[in-house]
């Protein structure tokens, strides 16, 4: 299968995969029963095996790393569902996705779980109110200097790895430091941090797996939600 160049094909790619069942988990490509099957970002092409292949033109970079994340934990009838939605947005905004979604995912989404679940434990939500608020400062348009960044960043995914088995901690530092090229490094952070920090709450103290699956299904649908409330494109 060539690869898709455009988010209305991708879009079209995926409602066919969705529609003839041919997606599936925790793999890219798989042939099965004689049909090729493919996860939701390996519809997009045969040579798609990971987000660097994802043409900048479907979706961003940041938002193609995001998406094997979501569709391999939530529940199967979830991801394929959250899967449609998210590409019908892509084909709506032409695959140009601001990153200012992902200060309004964290602001409306991530720190909200954050909170929730800190103040479950009986323990301080301030660290995540704080980051919230630094969120809410970007969408408007007011991006705190990087030293206010990485301080509230440290305190909050701190207070998140004494909470929980947080491995991507360490992870997004090397790949905030890998990617910080860009707005003094405050995009950066906020781009390495963007799944690690949602992951850590997704998975706080959810021994169950329908506990993580329902908080994964949860912050992805919240990213459709944000998607949706970018406006569309202006008409030629």
């Known amino acids: 299968m060539t690869l898709a160049t455009t988010a209305e094909e991708a879009f079209a790619r995926y409602e066919a995969a969705f529609n ?8 890219w490509h798989q042939e099965r029963d004689g049909r090729q099957l493919a996860c939701a970002l390996g519809v997009i092409g045969d040579e798609v095996d990971g987000p660097a292949n994802c043409p900048a033109a479907i979706m961003p970079r940041w938002l193609a790393r995001m998406v094997p994340w979501f569709f391999d934990r ?14 019908a947005e892509l084909k709506r905004l032409n695959g140009n ?40 400062r970007a969408r408007a348009g007011d991006r705190a200097p990087v030293e206010e960044w990485r ?31 860009a707005y003094a490094y405050a995009y950066a952070y906020a781009d390495a941090y963007a799944y690690a920090y949602a992951d850590t709450y997704a ?26 409330a970018v406006a569309s494109p202006a008409a030629a």
């Open 20 to 27: 003839e069942d041919r997606l599936l988990q925790g793999n």
């Open 74 to 87: 939530m529940d199967f009838a979830d991801a394929r569902q959250w899967g449609l939605e998210f590409y």
């Open 97 to 136: 996705v601001p990153f200012e979604v992902v200060y309004r995912w964290h602001a409306e989404h991530v720190t909200v779980l954050a909170i929730e679940v800190s103040e479950l434990r009986e323990r301080s939500p301030e660290p995540h109110r704080k980051l919230q608020a630094l969120h809410q």
């Open 151 to 181: 301080s509230i960043l440290r305190n909050a995914y701190a207070y998140a790895y004494a909470d929980t088995y947080a491995y991507a901690y360490a992870d997004a530092y090397a790949y905030a430091y890998a990617y910080a090229y």
């Open 203 to 228: 998975y706080a103290y959810a021994d169950a797996d329908a506990v993580r699956a329902e908080r994964m299904k949860r912050i992805a649908f919240g990213m459709v939600e944000c998607l949706k």
